[in-house]
């Protein structure tokens, strides 16, 4: 197949990236932008769909414009448009699919659906030291925690996954039940670094449950109870709140560390990639690579951008997925699927 040139767009939830891909020998990232909403969504504490997908629009073209003013190139030389189908908020996906459908259909271009975690599992692929298929992922995000095995691209084996709330979920309510700002997994993750190990113990969900699977919901509680019988979160000391936070890092980080190497070893594989935002998570880091040294293991990262949400993984999952075949679709009618 003759080198393409691939625009991603990604507007899912809080970040809008617009990204430009060109796949020719390895695969080059030659430009990609991004505009996080965290600050306007910060006063009310969580994600305000409406508002978000309000913010797509306003920001969608001003980024096209700076991602393609970085590659050099123009809009004609763009081959086929990679967007995040699913899932996430309707709205928010709505902005990204009309626009880049819309786009597709005026320059008269195939479009490529992506599927948002497809797009995660693939990032680490645009890292200068690339895992090689086969390899088992560990997708760690706010809304997904899921083992998969990874064959190939769209060759993905769900090998396990949490039961109830995601581990980034965890990490944002925990955040949340200690007075901490939103997004609470990077704040709490700063606290928990000052906290002091074994000062309080908390639960390992499914830690033995002999299967790939996780639960996070009953370790929030548990920190609910700890909070009510020290008196209620205003009633906290400062060291006794990153000792909590330490104490619920520790206790997410042992459980995702030991599937992960579960999951390794039931596949008979040594390559571990780590995808998604609570993949920036320094500790969870530090472990997985204790670990991996005691197993020979290879563990990888996606860049630090490139954890969270962007358009980077998305142009690169089309870009991929044209490569293996899959037709891009024509442009014209389209659908979103929220809940994929
Ligand atoms: O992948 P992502 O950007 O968005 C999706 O959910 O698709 O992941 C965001 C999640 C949030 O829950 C956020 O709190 C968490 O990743 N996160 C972290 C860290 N950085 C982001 N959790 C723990 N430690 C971090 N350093
Ligand atoms: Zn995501």
């Known amino acids: 197949?003759?080198?393409?040139?691939?625009?991603?767009?990604e507007s899912?939830?809080?970040e809008t990236g617009v990204a430009l891909y060109r796949s020719d020998d390895g695969g080059r990232l030659l430009a990609h932008a991004l505009h996080s909403q965290v600050a306007m969504h910060e006063a009310y504490g969580g994600v305000v769909p409406e508002l978000a997908s309000r913010d797509h629009i306003r920001r969608i073209s001003p980024l096209l414009r700076q991602a393609l003013a970085q590659s050099g190139c123009s809009l004609g030389e763009i081959d086929a448009i990679a967007y995040t189908q699913g899932p996430g908020l309707a709205g928010a996906l709505l902005v990204g699919a009309a626009f880049a459908e819309s786009l597709a259909m005026a320059l008269g271009v195939p479009s490529v659906p992506v599927?948002?975690?497809?797009g995660h599992l693939l990032s680490p692929l645009l890292s200068r030291t690339p895992p090689r298929f086969p390899f088992v992922a560990l997708l760690v995000s706010g809304g997904h925690t899921q083992l998969m095995r990874v064959d190939g691209v769209g060759r993905y084996t769900l090998l396990g996954e949490t039961l109830?709330?995601?581990?980034g979920e965890a990490f944002d309510k925990t955040a949340k039940l200690l007075g901490l700002g939103y997004p609470g997994g990077p704040a709490l993750s700063a606290l928990a670094e000052k906290g002091t190990p074994g000062v309080f113990r908390l639960p390992r969900p499914m830690l033995?449950?002999?299967?790939?699977?996780?639960?996070?919901s009953g370790l929030k509680t548990a920190v609910l109870v700890?909070?009510?019988?020290l008196g209620g979160e205003s009633a906290l000391t400062e060291t006794q709140r990153a000792d909590i936070a330490q104490a619920f890092q520790a206790a997410i980080v042992e459980v995702l560390v030991k599937k992960s190497s579960a999951a390794l070893r039931l596949a008979g594989l040594d390559q571990l990639v780590v995808?998604?935002?609570?993949g920036a998570n320094r500790e969870l880091r530090r472990q997985l690579d204790a670990r991996a040294k005691k197993t020979g293991a290879t563990v990888y990262y996606p860049e630090f951008e490139f954890c969270t949400d962007n358009g980077a993984m998305i142009a690169l999952a089309g870009a991929l997925?044209?490569?293996a075949g899959t037709p891009g679709k024509a442009a014209g009618s389209f659908a979103i699927r929220p809940r994929w």
């Open 226 to 229: 700890q909070v009510r019988e």
């Open 1 to 9: 197949m003759p080198p393409m040139l691939i625009l991603g767009i």
């Open 164 to 167: 109830d709330d995601a581990a």
């Open 275 to 278: 995808a998604g935002g609570v």
């Open 12 to 14: 899912s939830c809080d």
């Open 208 to 216: 033995n449950s002999g299967d790939l699977d996780f639960s996070f």
């Open 321 to 323: 997925r044209l490569q």
């Open 115 to 118: 599927h948002h975690l497809e």
